[in-house]
C-alpha cells in the first residue's frame, strides 16, 4: 500500500458524502464562519473552503448567503427551542419548571456555545 499525495488526501475528503452528512458539513462550517467574521464579513468561497468543498457544492445545497445563514439559526433555534419545550414538560410544578428551563437555556451555552453567539 502507497503513501498518498496531498492531491489524494484532498480527494479523499472531498468525496460523495450522503446529502445530509454534506449539509450538516456544510453547516458546521458556516456556523464558524459567521460566528468568526460576521455575516457580511463571511463569504461562501471561505465557507466552502472550512468546509473542504468546491464552491459549486455549496451553492448545490444553498442557493445563497442569506439562505444558509437562516439555515444555520433554524437549527439552531430550533434545537434550543427544543430543549426548553422539554424541560417544561419535564415536571407539572411551576418551581421545577422555572428550574428546569433555566437548566436547558444554560445548558444550550455550554454546548453550543457558538450557535448561541450567532443567535443573540
Do not use: C, W
Not at 14 to 24: I, K, T, Y
Not at 25 to 43: D, I, P, W
Not at 67 to 77: K, P, T, W
Amino acid at each position: 500500500m502507497g503513501v498518498m499525495s496531498t492531491t489524494d488526501v484532498k480527494n479523499e475528503s472531498r468525496s460523495r458524502l450522503p446529502r445530509d452528512e454534506r449539509r450538516a458539513q456544510l453547516l458546521s462550517a458556516a456556523l464558524e464562519s459567521f460566528t468568526t467574521a460576521g455575516y457580511h464579513a463571511a463569504s461562501m468561497d471561505e465557507i466552502a473552503e472550512r468546509a473542504n468543498v468546491s464552491k459549486p457544492v455549496l451553492y448545490q445545497h444553498f442557493p445563497s448567503k442569506l439562505d444558509l445563514y437562516l439555515a444555520v439559526l433554524d437549527l439552531h433555534i430550533d434545537s434550543l427551542v427544543f430543549s426548553i419545550q422539554k424541560a417544561i414538560a419535564s415536571t407539572r410544578e411551576n418551581k421545577n419548571r422555572v428550574k428546569a428551563t433555566i437548566d436547558a437555556y444554560f445548558g444550550f451555552i455550554e454546548g453550543e456555545g457558538e450557535a448561541f453567539r450567532l443567535l443573540f
